[in-house]
């Protein structure tokens, strides 16, 4: 038998029920392995980009509130600080309430992924996600 611990966590009811469909829709037996595979997802992303070395080429992609104190401005000063990496940004406006940023990136591979832990950690930014391939196509050995 595996070692198992309980834990309590607090959802927005709008997420839990987006939640509960997509549980619905993949036949999960219960919300705890959802939440289990969701976990083991986000392990397996997580070690995957701590692996990454090199040189890289890439999208950063942040949706944030821009309603927030300062969060554009944050955003901002952070992608000043690595303008050696960033190729290009796209700003896109998706509601009233919500912006989009897109950061083209080229270089170290540790830097692209200082400057996304960096803008994942601003209050009232509510998504982002990195996307990265080796330029020319060439698999890291």
Known sequence: MVDMDRISISLPTKLLNEFDEIIAERGYASRSEAIRDAIRDYIIKHKWIHSLEGERAGTINVIYDHHMSDVTEKLTEIQHDYTD???????????HDHCMEVILVRGDAKQIKELTDKLTAQKGVKQVKLTVMVPGGKVPQ
């Open 85 to 95: 990496i960033i190729v290009a940004t796209l700003h896109v406006h998706l509601d």
